[in-house]
């Protein structure tokens, strides 16, 4: 079974600091991982993916994640925060040697609020 | 949202109705998915499917049914059996290559906020 945790329900930062939202998975294969981003009332927008290589990742709006396959890892960053980052943040993960349902499976969720 | 529209944007169902969640897509996608939102649990997958006329349950699929005529459309009922259906409803879709990995991209559409009267 393949499990994603989000151990932080709100990330507070101020405008213009660097911001980290934190993920870690479970899977018994190789990961494919997700960050996508949800605005009030609306679907989710894919950020970024890692599949294979470089373990740094970027993404759309300036973010980018860092696979650690040693501490199961997948932090998603970005160096000065803008109000606009404002929204909830999803990680999610699909074992690469699932190759029939192919769904992914999301963490909880973490709110991230910047501070003008 | 990309090329997934889903209608309607809020619905209301009494006790004892079936409602109905449209979910369609220009994007040429195999593949396509149903999940339910619920506020501190994310996303669970209710249903999906690959191919046309084939589809498969997901995590909490009890209380729901699809149907996967067209490549395009991939509508989701929501049965009277399904006792707590208030949720925020997302229908995703991906490529699905053949004869290789994919990494299966999902992009999602904007939801259905389905309420109980």
């Known amino acids: 079974a393949q499990s994603v945790a989000q151990p932080e329900d709100q990330v507070n930062v101020a405008e213009g600091n660097p911001l980290t939202v934190k993920c870690t998975y479970s899977v018994s294969g190789n990961p494919y991982l997700f960050w996508y981003v949800q605005y009030p009332n609306r679907g989710l927008q894919f950020l970024l993916k890692y599949i294979t290589g470089d373990n740094l990742v970027k993404g759309s709006y300036g973010f980018e994640a860092e696979f650690n396959k040693s501490q199961t890892s997948f932090h998603l960053k970005k160096p000065s925060a803008l109000v606009s980052d404002s929204a909830l943040y999803f990680c999610?993960?699909?074992?690469?040697?699932?190759?029939?349902?192919?769904?992914?499976?999301f963490g909880s969720g973490t709110r991230l609020q910047v501070q003008p | 949202d990309g090329g997934i529209t889903q209608s309607p944007k809020y619905l209301f169902r009494k006790e004892g109705q079936n409602v109905t969640l449209s979910c369609e897509q220009n994007?040429?996608?195999?593949?396509m998915y149903w999940y339910r939102q619920d506020p501190g649990q994310g996303l669970r997958l209710i249903y999906y499917s690959q191919i046309v006329n084939d589809f498969q349950k997901g995590d909490i699929a009890e209380g729901y049914s699809v149907s996967r005529e067209k490549k395009e459309s991939f509508p989701l009922t929501v049965t009277s059996a399904q006792k707590n259906p208030t949720a925020f409803y997302l229908c995703?879709?991906?490529?699905?290559?053949?004869?290789?990995?994919?990494?299966?991209?999902?992009?999602f559409g904007p939801g259905t906020r389905l309420t109980v009267l």
């Open positions: 994007l040429n996608h195999d593949a």
């Open positions: 999610a993960v699909r074992d690469a040697e699932d190759t029939g349902r192919r769904a992914l499976t």
């Open positions: 995703a879709s991906s490529i699905r290559r053949a004869g290789g990995p994919s990494t299966d991209t999902q992009y």
